[in-house]
């Protein structure tokens, strides 16, 4: 096998949840008196942890307020958007390949919190699919590979065993400081010619190329 580490970011390589994440941050800066976020502006924000999110997003933003927006965004995800979060398709059954081999390690490395990660496990019903998780609030944010490193160490992993996929330059950099192979997905947030400055080993354009590649 190519890799006996499989990380995987979640929102925009795994997930299809983009759109929500955008909707929920604007309407949480409009309830929190910030005003219009763009929706550019906000898709490339995500991957990194909420607290640096929001720094990005509002720069100069008092704690009072910061605080405000930080539960209306939680607010607004978990019980006031509707909008579907499906995995993106041919996901479900690229996992359930890479999964046949007994030997292979999955993880997840997110800049989701702890709490909505395990919320989108318990939903989505996926837990059961990955050895090891990590998110922003239990380290650092992305790009520091704080995650990756703790990731490595859980699973008895060494580096150039492993290889992190992800559709931001935040996943491919924390992967690069480390050393760590890295593969790219353009079906995310970010375009393929800033992914490409992070030099990843593969981009796939497809689901199921990644996978094919991930397997051969």
Request: hydrophobic share 45%.
């Amino acid at each position: 096998m190519r890799y006996r580490l499989v990380i995987f970011d979640w929102d925009g390589t795994l997930m299809d949840s983009v759109a929500r994440i955008v909707a929920c941050m604007q309407a949480a800066a409009r309830d929190a008196g910030w005003g219009h976020l763009e929706a550019a502006a906000v898709r490339d924000i995500i991957g990194l942890g909420l607290p640096e999110a929001i720094d990005r997003l509002c720069p100069g933003i008092d704690a009072e307020r910061f605080e405000l927006l930080r539960s209306r965004y939680a607010y607004h995800f978990v019980e006031g958007s509707r909008t579907p979060m499906p995995f993106f398709a041919g996901v479900e059954m690229g996992i359930a390949r890479l999964r046949e081999l007994p030997a292979r390690r999955l993880a997840v490395a997110t800049g989701k919190s702890r709490r909505g990660l395990d919320r989108v496990f318990r939903e989505s019903g996926c837990g059961h699919w990955f050895h090891a998780s990590r998110t922003a609030d239990e380290t650092r944010s992305k790009p520091h590979p704080q995650m990756l490193e703790e990731l490595l160490v859980e699973l008895d992993v060494p580096v150039e065993e492993a290889v992190m996929v992800g559709d931001t330059e935040y996943d491919l950099e924390m992967a690069r400081a480390l050393g760590m192979d890295r593969v790219a997905v353009t079906w995310g947030v970010h375009a393929p010619q800033r992914l490409a400055t992070s030099r990843p080993v593969y981009t796939a354009e497809a689901v199921e190329a990644l996978f094919d590649w991930l397997e051969s």
